[in-house]
């Protein structure tokens, strides 16, 4: 799922979109190309409107509109 929305007033809704971050990192230990990756997952906003808003806004955005 990348997108979720929840609900902020009685008719107000936010679409939040998933964001990966991560650091990277070389280890110490032998063998020194040894890369890992620690995901960290985020959400941030991108859009408040009513549900059917929210609804348009997701679509337009898995489509490729926006």
Partial sequence: ???KV???QSST????ERNYEGNNWR???PPLTTVNY???ERWNI?????L???EAYIRLKENGYM
Avoid: D, R
């Fill in 27 to 29: 280890s110490s230990y």
């Fill in 52 to 54: 059917s808003e929210c």
């Fill in 46 to 50: 991108v859009f408040q409107g009513t």
């Fill in 6 to 8: 929840e609900s902020l």
């Fill in 1 to 3: 799922m990348k997108y």
């Fill in 13 to 16: 809704y936010q679409v939040l």
């Fill in 38 to 40: 620690i995901p960290i």
